[in-house]
């Protein structure tokens, strides 16, 4: 059932990365594939054409009379995005073979049949293992749950798609003709622009706000004002910061009449103001809500430009911002100006597509090296525990820390620092696979397999495999959270991921940069320390499952 299940996932995702590159649909998750391989450099290469070129006559008229003269017209060059369509092929093999696997197989194990009962057993892992799945599959929804792209806008008389097209649009293609028509479309202030109007109607997603690249302008919020004086919110206890007018609130064109500051619920000290096209004419001192010093240089009267409708005062939270959940700012938001929710599921989408990938390819060498060190012996596992011998001793950190300085910025990406993990992730799981396989290669088993003609392949991977399996999923669990471990720290340190990328790490270290900004810190910690404590629950569970003492072919 499970290899079932992962096989239909498998063509499932494969099928809609290949239906979304051909028809130009960005499907959740299924797009990464195609966007990472155009991305980053070494994932894609041109192709050029012109050894295909071909010779034209055209006629020259630059010249005092016209001639007919002979040109080599080249075939236009194009990418070729190699990761993608491998990522794709990959995906539907692997997913076809697990299906037919589930059919022709056989019956389960009975022994993994007792593992598996006991895993559900043991509640306190089992219930890890569902809320990571659940986590997993809200973290593939991708641009559905978060994204600054609306889901779907209805403006005159059609539907539009923006979160699922390959392409942005315009803010000129949902009639602003402004100074702003030919930036990219702002679906929140478009979203209050219909709603106000009644013209149309915009859907955005759960949290409307991109991981990165989001940069929101200060925020605010409104005061209420108890005999005379100003209170934010419900508190009991008169405001006191920075406060302003607005002439235009919308997130997109926030423009400050007036900004002043306020202490105890009244007015005192500095105060600056601004016109309609945002040049400064005013400026003034406040003492208990009286202006004591004033200056003014617009075109109008200084009482005509205070009397301007432009609101009641407003308390203005310069990044990192509060949680304001009037704005939609349920966590607050980061030094950059960034959601902080939002970034938090970025960083989580992060470490699950980084496991997807860093664990079958880890697995896959250490495994495959390990059993060659324990089947074949000598001077072969001689020399190889040599060369893991000098890569564990090298300082782990300061050699990634190197290599990772050492990549060109256009080249960095997940990829790469994946990469780095890579070349020194293999070697943990090699020595236990190492002595299983010197254990059981002396079996009768593998004797008789010996005898009956089968090659040093199938008796490693059809025989000597199979009976360490209770290792490899034991380690799982411990290495994804290894991995997590590793992502963090280096990006905390500033040398993990490009800012594109959104991170838990560096979140960390904005937090730890703003002591002021409680939020940060809590938020971080919080999520990491959660994600951790569950994959060492399952791990755990897994660790008592799989137990060889409690189930063995020799009970």
Same mark, same amino acid.
């Given at each position: 059932m499970i290899k079932r299940i992962t096989g239909i996932l498998?063509?499932?995702?494969?099928?809609?990365?290949?239906?979304?590159?051909?028809?130009?649909?960005a499907f959740p998750t299924a797009r990464w594939f195609f966007n990472a391989s155009r991305e980053m450099p070494f994932l894609n290469f041109t192709l050029n054409l012109r050894f295909l070129g071909e010779k034209v006559e055209v006629i020259d008229e630059s010249?005092?009379?016209?001639?007919?003269?002979?040109?080599?017209?080249?075939h236009p060059s194009f990418e070729i995005l190699w990761f993608g369509w491998f990522s794709v092929v990959m995906l539907l093999i692997a997913g076809a073979l697990l299906i037919w696997r589930s059919f022709t197989g056989g019956p389960p194990n009975p022994m993994t049949l007792r593992r598996l009962q006991r895993f559900r057993q043991i509640r306190r892992g089992y219930v890890s293992l569902i809320i990571l799945l659940g986590l997993a599959g809200f973290a593939a929804l991708d641009q559905v749950v978060v994204g600054k792209r609306a889901l779907a806008v209805h403006y005159d008389g059609q539907w539009v798609f923006p979160a699922f097209l390959p392409h942005e649009l315009k803010n000129s293609d949902f009639g602003d003709d402004g100074e702003r028509a030919e930036a990219n479309a702002d679906y929140r202030d478009l979203q209050r622009r219909l709603a106000a109007e009644g013209t149309g109607r915009v859907i955005m997603p759960l949290i409307p706000f991109d991981p990165t690249g989001d940069t929101l302008p200060p925020r605010s919020r409104p005061l209420v004002q108890r005999d005379g004086l100003y209170y934010e919110g419900r508190g009991s206890t008169p405001y006191s910061g920075l406060v302003a007018r607005y002439h235009d609130h919308t997130e997109a064109r926030a423009r400050m009449h007036v900004r002043m500051t306020m202490r105890n619920g009244m007015l005192n000290g500095a105060a600056e103001g601004w016109d309609?096209? =945002?040049? @400064? *004419?005013?400026?003034?001192?406040?003492?208990?809500?009286?202006?004591?010093?004033?200056?003014?240089?617009?075109?109008?009267?200084?009482?005509?430009f205070?009397?301007?409708?432009?609101?009641d005062y407003?308390?203005?939270?310069?990044?990192?911002?509060?949680?304001?959940?009037?704005?939609?700012?349920f966590l607050g938001t980061t030094s950059q100006g960034g959601d902080v929710l939002a970034y938090l599921y970025g960083g989580l989408q992060v470490n699950f597509k980084a496991a997807l990938i860093y664990l079958p390819i880890v697995y896959l060498i250490g495994i495959t090296i390990g059993l060659l060190m324990g089947f074949f012996g000598g001077w072969f596992d001689l020399i190889v525990q040599r060369l893991i011998e000098v890569f564990s001793n090298m300082p782990f950190l300061f050699v990634v820390i190197?290599?990772?300085?050492?990549?060109?910025?256009?080249?960095? =990406?997940? @990829? *790469?620092?994946l990469t780095i993990l890579i070349i020194f992730g293999w070697m943990g799981m090699t020595y236990l696979m190492r002595t299983a396989a010197y254990r059981d290669k002396e079996r009768d088993y593998i004797a008789a397999s010996r005898v009956l003609g089968a090659g040093t392949p199938r008796i490693m991977f059809r025989h000597l495999l199979p009976n360490t399996v209770a290792i490899i999923v034991t380690l799982v669990p411990f290495t994804m959270s290894t991995l997590i471990f590793a992502l963090t720290g280096l990006d905390y340190l500033g040398f993990g991921l490009p800012p594109q990328y959104a991170t838990w790490g560096r979140l960390l270290n904005d937090g730890l940069s703003n002591l002021s900004a409680p939020w940060l810190v809590t938020s971080t910690f919080t999520v990491l320390v959660s994600t951790l404590v569950l994959i060492t629950f399952?791990?755990?569970?897994?660790?008592?499952?799989?137990?060889?003492?409690?189930?063995?072919?020799?009970?």
């Open positions: 498998g063509l499932v995702l494969g099928a809609l990365a290949l239906i979304g590159e051909r028809f130009g649909i010249g005092p009379e016209p001639v007919t003269v002979t040109e080599w017209v080249n309609a096209e =945002g040049t @400064p *004419v005013y400026s003034a001192t406040f003492l208990d809500n009286t202006a004591v010093e004033e200056s003014y240089t617009g075109d109008t009267s200084r009482e005509e205070l009397a301007l409708d432009t609101g407003r308390a203005v939270k310069y990044h990192p911002a509060p949680p304001i959940p009037g704005d939609g700012h190197i290599l990772s300085s050492m990549v060109p910025e256009q080249f960095k =990406g997940l @990829p *790469v620092i399952v791990g755990e569970a897994v660790r008592e499952a799989f137990d060889p003492k409690k189930f063995t072919y020799y009970r």
